[in-house]
C-alpha cells in the first residue's frame, strides 16, 4: 500500500492484491503527464484506445501528445500555466490533446461540445484560455464566441482527422457534404491538427516540470450564482482518484485482455477519471462518440465485447429498450458502473437479468475529481445505497455549523483527500463557502448512514436539476430567460422525468400578453445546451415570494 496516498487499509472496498500506478506515482511525486509517459513506455505497441475502427498504441499517444506539446510550447511559445481549451466529443484526438496540453505543463480547460456561443464564450472569458482546439462540427459557434476572449490561436480538427488514409478522407468528405453536419465557419487564422503536429514535430517537447500539487485541469461546474465556475483541480487530485480506483478494484481487471466502452462524454469529470484508469492500468479503451446512436453502440458492444461498461440511467435503459441488446454476448463483462442520477432498482434488476452483471453505484462531483463512494463489486450491496468511501478519502456528515452529527442522523456530506479541489478558479469567496474552516469541502448533499457505514443520499443542493447526470442549476436559466423582451420574471425547477431522471420545468410571467411557449423555447435554444432547456413551460400570473421578495421554488415543485 501507498504510504503518502493515505488509503484506508481497514476499508473493505480496499483489496489485497492490486496494480497501484497511480498510488505509486503519487509516492514518488510524479505529475500526471509524467505517469502517464511511463505508462506509454511500458505498454509501448499495445491498444490504448479505439475509435470508429482504428486503434492507437500507447507508443502513438506518446510520440502524437509530445508533437503537440511541442507545438504548444515550441512554435506558439505559450508559458507554464496557460490554459488550453478542448471542445471536441470522444474521439482519438481527445487522449493526445490532453496529454499534449499537460507534458507541456499548461492547463487543460475542458469543454462541452454541445455549448452555445454564449455558454462557451463565459467558459473561455472565465478561464483566460490562450488556445482553443475544437472540432469543425462546432467551429460556427467557436467563432461567434471568440471575440472577447483572450484565445490568440484555434486548432481546429474534423472527425476523421485521426483515422488514417483512405477512411478519413472519406469520413470527413461525408459529414460535410454529404450529411452537411457541419456548419460553415470563419475562423481567420486558424491552424489545421494535422499542421499543428507536423509543426510540433519540429520541436523538442521537453520534459514536463509542473509540481504535482499545481492545477492540471479546470473542471467546469454550475454556480449557485447560475455562473459556471472552473473546479482547480492538481495533478494530484486526477491521479488520486485513479489511485483511489485501483485499490477498490484490485485484481478485479486483468491489462492483459480487458475492453472497456467510455460512452460518458470526456469532457464529464466521469468519463474523464475512467479514461485515465483505463490509460494507467493498459486497458483497452473504446471511445463511443454517439452514444445515443444506440444501433451503432450495441454493434460496437458486439464487437469489442467488452468486460467494463459505464454509463448513466437513462442510457442503461435506452439498451435495455433495444430488442438486439439482449441477443448479445455477455460472457466477458465483469463491471458495470453507474453514477451521476440515482440508480433506479427497475433499471439494476433488468440489466442483471439481461447481461448477468450487478449495476455498481458510484458517487462524486466535478470537484472531487469524480468519485468518492462506491459500492462493492465483489458482494450485495444495500438498495438505494451510494457505497463506503473509496480508499484514500474521508467523509463527515455535518450540519450547518460544521459540527458532526450523531451517528444515525442525516447532515450534509463532507470531503476531505487529495481529490478534493483547492477551489475555484478566480473566485475566492465561492472557494471559500464550499469549505469548513477545517478543510472539509461541503458537497451540499445530505446523506445518512445506515448499517455497515454505507451512506445514503437523502437530499441534494436545494434547487439544482440534475439531467442525465448533468448539474443544471435554476439561476442560469432563469437568467438567460429573464433576457427575452416579453418576460417580466421567471423561475426554473426539477420535475420528475423517466428518460432524464429530472427534467426543467419552466415557469414564466409575462411582460408581453402575446408572448407564447414557442418564443420562449426559442429563445432558449439560441442560448442554452440541450440539457438545460425547459421540457415543460408553464405562465402564471405572479410568482410565489418570500416577504423579502426570494422566489420560493419549492411552492412551484
Wanted: proline share 6%; aromatic share 8%.
Amino acid at each position: 500500500m501507498s504510504t503518502r496516498f493515505g488509503s484506508n487499509t481497514d476499508s473493505p472496498l480496499v483489496q489485497a492484491d492490486f496494480d497501484n500506478v497511480a498510488s505509486a506515482a503519487i509516492d514518488a511525486g510524479k505529475s500526471l503527464p509524467q505517469m502517464l509517459i511511463d505508462v506509454s513506455k511500458r505498454f509501448g505497441s499495445r491498444p490504448a484506445f479505439s475509435n470508429m475502427g482504428k486503434t492507437l498504441s500507447h507508443a502513438d499517444l506518446d510520440r502524437l501528445s509530445a508533437q503537440l506539446a511541442g507545438y504548444l510550447r515550441g512554435e506558439l511559445k505559450l508559458e507554464a500555466g496557460e490554459r488550453v481549451a478542448v471542445m471536441m466529443p470522444n474521439l482519438l484526438q481527445f487522449p493526445v490533446a490532453v496529454l499534449g496540453i499537460l507534458r507541456a505543463d499548461l492547463v487543460a480547460v475542458l469543454v462541452n461540445p454541445m455549448y452555445t456561443a454564449r455558454e462557451l464564450k463565459h467558459q473561455l472569458s472565465d478561464s483566460g484560455a490562450s488556445v482553443l482546439i475544437v472540432v469543425d462540427n462546432f467551429g460556427k459557434v467557436a467563432a461567434d464566441a471568440l471575440d472577447g476572449t483572450a484565445v490568440r490561436q484555434v486548432i481546429t480538427t474534423r472527425i476523421g482527422d485521426m483515422l488514417g488514409f483512405p477512411k478519413s478522407l472519406l469520413v470527413n468528405f461525408m459529414l460535410k457534404h454529404v450529411k452537411k453536419m457541419i456548419p460553415a465557419f470563419s475562423i481567420p487564422g486558424a491552424v489545421r491538427w494535422p499542421s499543428a503536429l507536423a509543426a510540433g514535430a519540429r520541436h523538442s517537447p521537453g520534459e514536463p516540470a509542473a509540481a504535482p500539487t499545481e492545477v492540471a485541469q479546470l473542471q467546469y461546474t454550475g454556480g449557485t450564482t447560475g455562473v459556471s465556475k472552473g473546479a482547480a483541480l492538481s495533478h494530484t487530485a486526477l491521479m488520486a482518484n485513479v489511485g483511489a480506483c485501483e485499490q477498490w478494484l484490485g485484481r478485479c481487471l486483468d491489462p492483459d485482455r480487458e475492453v472497456g466502452l467510455i460512452c460518458l462524454p470526456l469532457y464529464h469529470i466521469a468519463a474523464y477519471t475512467n479514461m485515465l484508469y483505463a490509460w494507467a492500468h493498459g486497458l483497452h479503451g473504446v471511445l463511443i462518440t454517439n452514444p445515443r446512436d444506440i444501433p451503432g453502440l450495441i454493434e460496437t458492444f458486439k464487437q469489442y465485447r467488452p468486460s467494463i461498461f459505464s454509463g448513466v440511467t437513462t442510457l442503461f435503459d435506452a439498451l435495455l429498450n433495444a430488442p438486439d441488446f439482449a441477443q448479445l454476448d455477455f460472457s466477458n463483462l465483469k463491471l458495470s458502473i453507474q453514477g451521476g442520477t440515482a440508480l433506479r432498482r427497475a433499471t439494476a434488476e433488468r440489466w442483471e437479468q439481461v447481461t448477468g452483471c450487478t449495476v455498481v453505484e458510484m458517487y462524486g462531483l466535478s470537484e472531487t475529481a469524480a468519485g468518492i463512494t462506491v459500492n462493492r463489486w465483489d458482494g450485495p450491496n444495500p438498495v438505494g445505497s451510494i457505497g463506503l468511501p473509496l480508499p484514500g478519502v474521508e467523509l463527515s456528515l455535518r450540519d450547518e455549523e460544521g459540527n458532526e452529527v450523531t451517528i444515525g442522523e442525516p447532515g450534509e456530506l463532507c470531503v476531505r483527500g487529495l481529490q478534493v479541489t483547492s477551489g475555484y478558479w478566480q473566485r475566492p469567496d465561492e472557494t471559500q463557502s464550499a469549505f469548513f474552516a477545517d478543510g472539509w469541502f461541503r458537497t451540499g448533499d445530505i446523506a445518512k448512514r445506515g448499517e455497515g457505514g454505507y451512506l445514503f443520499l437523502l437530499d441534494r443542493r436545494k434547487d439544482m436539476i440534475l439531467v442525465s447526470g448533468f448539474n443544471v442549476f435554476p439561476n442560469e436559466i432563469e437568467d438567460v430567460v429573464a433576457m427575452h423582451p416579453g418576460v417580466l420574471e421567471a423561475a426554473a425547477i426539477g420535475v420528475p422525468s423517466e428518460k432524464t431522471g429530472e427534467a426543467v420545468k419552466l415557469v414564466v410571467v409575462r411582460r408581453d400578453p402575446a408572448l407564447t411557449e414557442d418564443d420562449v423555447r426559442a429563445h432558449c435554444r439560441e442560448m442554452l445546451t440541450g440539457y438545460k432547456q425547459p421540457k415543460i413551460v408553464q405562465f402564471i400570473d405572479t410568482l410565489p415570494k418570500s416577504p423579502v421578495g426570494k422566489v420560493l421554488r419549492r411552492e412551484l415543485r
